[in-house]
């Protein structure tokens, strides 16, 4: 199906399945325990030998020798790879970091070797006999002092998010020289990590020249292409199944050193083998958020109108890398005549900086909406009037291109009332309960929305029951009960009548999980394959596709009617189909937009922030289940959270890794940190965006938080801090007096 002119009235507009809170359908597989993820695939192939990674204990250099002779005589063992057993393996199209082979080392935890026995703890033992001989190289670790030199480079997150090396409109210099009301500061966010529950792991089996990885990955094709692309096989050989995955948010876009490693110990040993990356590998081996330095200067009149917008950011990677994209919602957020937005990358010997949950917009908008409560302050105005004020309804760059749907002084507006914005007190540090400083502050919330092929095959039996099946992951979104309600919409069916099969490349490839597109696009794709099942069985049935009417698991036209099953008789039918996108995407902009809102209390003696309540406006088009949208809003909240009060993988600059590699030293909310959290959806539809009218809001529920409680912490002490996380140590020598 080809989706090149706005939507109109379709199936999915009934409403009748779609857009209902309906609980997740692998929700009781959840939590009892039945729920198969990849380290858990004890079913998938018989003999599973246990496979424990090696990692690099130099971040740069080269491996002299490696003596496995004890390893190999260790009880268990059935056989030992090493990095030196081969040259470097061809590297996936979206890999930065080599994963193995050679002896050169790019990055500390970089696999170098995999020891595989008949149980884990004997696994894990010979990996810790591998003897290796190092020559270490000096290298570069310092984001700071590198960016003194780092040179503009452009970027793409391949998750929506991208943005030209530099990019000029009209003239930034001159406009800001003669702005009355100026602001030029510098702001830092920190590296960090996805941290998900669910741990890189993969288990391998070889058939012949075919292997078959059951893995914990978002995106199936990405994954299959690159697997076969680093092994030197053919895709076709490869088989990648990932009906579960425990958290990603990013981290598992890409093929990772599981993966590969589980095949190559696979091959070795002659029998399947099961991997899982250990805490400190998942941190310093797969990837995470880079840190980044941001400039950013605003100029504006004394009305409060933007005249002069600079956005410049500087990270770092490995060579080849790309930069964090943090300047892209600059480019687009407020209107303002004279723009200048950048990026610098940093050649850094750190572990691969790649994407995290809404990547580039997520630590941009942490700067980004620091400067203007600044700018707020310093024109004397109230931060939700200055950004209502410095609204566009086009792309301020292209102002031909108007945005799709663009709400956002909506939900700054609705927001405002909703939270009580009219009860704080502009003037920072005033308000007290007992111990605490409590303060307000909130945040635009700016995400792209990205249209992407996807692909579906739907099957009807004669029990009048439909199975979807995609490779599209669930990686806890709610994939499965989305495209479920999808189908139950589109054929017509209760949503009991529908089974979805997900996470298998031999399914058709579909959109994936990742960047905030996954639901509006994979369920478009599933639209688009129900529809030609519709005309199908209308045909079969000797109705007029046009006019026949799919409800109740019967399709009616005029007085005739006939059950759905019918149509299927003994062997069933099939339909297969993509959704595709024309230049609607060029001729509009497509954006999603939040108002985020926080309160904090500060304690007055210690400097402890405590949030107290949250709350999100989300305009992202049609929402397909409010319950699992919520759910998915409410994670990135916390997420935000994270980044502002306590995330932080902090760098050993001398050795070149991440020190607190582990979920005891790399801190992350929990519970008792999060407080009530009320999440609110406008009523939108976007007919620009696809079939669904739907766009995305995973990602969007994170973006601008950081912000909100940084801006709150102000607020609340009058203490501004621009560098990430906002830990006590940071206000305790600049607490108001507590006499």
């Not at 003596?67 to 890999?95: E, H, R, S, W």
């Not at 991208?162 to 030029?184: H, K, S, T």
């Not at 004394?302 to 990270?315: K, L, V």
């Not at 501004?720 to 108001?736: A, F, H, Q």
Request: glycine residues 10%.
């Amino acid at each position: 199906m080809k989706f090149d002119t706005p939507a109109t009235r379709n199936p999915i507009d009934q409403m009748r399945v779609v857009g209902k809170p309906i609980d997740r359908i692998d929700g009781p597989r959840k939590t009892t325990g039945t729920a198969p993820y990849a380290y858990e695939r004890h079913d998938a192939a018989p003999n599973q030998a246990y496979g424990h990674v090696l990692g690099a204990g130099i971040a740069k250099g080269r491996i002299v020798s490696m003596d496995t002779a004890a390893a190999k005589a260790a009880p268990g063992v059935v056989a030992i790879v090493t990095t030196l057993d081969m040259p470097p393996l061809a590297k996936g199209q979206t890999n930065v970091a080599l994963l193995f082979g050679g002896a050169e080392v790019h990055h500390y935890h970089q696999a170098i070797a995999v020891a595989v026995a008949e149980t884990f703890e004997q696994a894990r033992d010979a990996a810790a006999m591998i003897r290796v001989s190092y020559a270490p190289e000096p290298g570069r670790f310092d984001l700071a002092a590198a960016a003194k030199d780092a040179p503009l480079s452009s970027g793409d997150s391949e998750e929506g998010s991208g943005a030209p090396a530099e990019d000029r409109v009209g003239d930034f210099e001159a406009a800001f020289a003669a702005a009355p009301v100026r602001l030029d500061a510098t702001y830092t966010t920190p590296d960090e990590s996805h941290a998900a529950m669910e741990p890189h792991a993969s288990i391998a089996a070889w058939e012949g020249e075919k292997v078959t990885i059951w893995t914990s990955n978002q995106m199936i094709a990405w994954g299959k292409r690159d697997l076969a692309k680093t092994l030197g096989i053919p895709a076709a050989n490869v088989r990648l199944d990932s009906p579960f995955v425990g958290g990603g948010f990013g981290g598992k876009l890409f093929l990772r050193a599981d993966a590969v490693m589980a095949a190559l110990a696979a091959r070795a040993a002659g029998r399947p083998v099961k991997v899982a990356l250990t805490r400190p590998q998942v941190a310093n081996n797969t990837t995470h958020r880079p840190a980044t330095i941001q400039r950013i200067r605003v100029g504006a009149g004394r009305d409060g109108r933007i005249t002069a917008i600079a956005h410049e950011s500087t990270s770092g990677n490995l060579k080849d890398g790309k930069p964090e994209t943090a300047v892209q919602q600059t480019k687009l957020l407020y209107a303002g005549a004279n723009r200048l937005t950048s990026l610098r990358l940093a050649e850094l010997d750190l572990p691969e900086g790649n994407a995290m949950r809404a990547p580039g917009e997520a630590p941009g908008l942490m700067a980004l909406e620091i400067a203007m409560d600044e700018m707020a302050e310093k024109l004397g105005l109230d931060p939700v009037e200055f950004r209502v004020l410095n609204d566009t309804q086009v792309d301020p760059e292209h102002p031909e291109r108007p945005f799709s749907q663009r709400q956002l002084v909506q939900c700054l507006r609705q927001g405002a009332e909703r939270f009580g914005w009219n009860r704080r007190n502009a003037r920072p540090g005033e308000r007290r309960e007992g111990n605490w400083l409590v303060g307000m502050g909130m945040a635009a919330g700016f995400r792209n929305n990205m249209l992407t092929k996807s692909a579906a095959r739907v099957r009807l039996d004669r029990e009048g029951v439909v199975t979807v099946e995609t490779d599209m992951t669930d990686i806890g979104t709610g994939s499965y009960t989305i495209i479920a309600q999808t189908a139950a919409e589109t054929m017509g069916l209760p949503i009991e009548k529908v089974v979805v099969r997900l996470g298998d490349s031999d399914f058709p490839a579909s959109a994936g999980s990742g960047g905030q597109w996954g639901a509006n696009n994979s369920t478009a794709g599933v639209f688009a394959a129900c529809m030609k099942l519709r005309e199908a069985v209308a045909q079969k049935l000797g109705f007029n596709s046009a006019d026949a009417v799919f409800a109740e698991g019967e399709v009616r036209a005029g007085n005739r009617r006939a059950p759905l099953g019918q149509a299927a008789g003994e062997g069933g039918l099939v339909a297969e189909d993509l959704i595709e996108y024309g230049d609607l995407a060029k001729r509009y902009q497509q954006s999603t937009f939040a108002g985020h809102f926080v309160e904090v209390g500060v304690d007055a003696f210690t400097g402890e922030t405590r949030v107290r309540r949250m709350l999100a406006v989300c305009a992202a088009g049609r929402i397909l289940n409010p319950k699992s949208a919520r759910s998915q809003v409410i994670g990135a909240m916390t997420m935000g959270v994270g980044a502002a009060l306590t995330e932080e993988l902090s760098v050993d600059k001398r050795l070149g890794f991440f020190v607190n590699h582990d979920l005891a030293s790399y801190e992350v909310p929990v519970h008792a940190d999060i407080p009530h959290q009320e999440v609110v959806f406008l009523d939108e539809a976007d007919p620009i965006s696809s079939p669904m009218k739907a766009k995305g809001v995973g990602e969007l529920g994170l973006c601008g938080v950081g912000a909100a409680v940084a801006n709150a912490i102000h607020n609340a002490t009058g203490i501004r801090v621009r560098d990430y996380p906002i830990t006590l140590d940071k206000l305790l020598d600049r607490l108001p007096p507590v006499a």
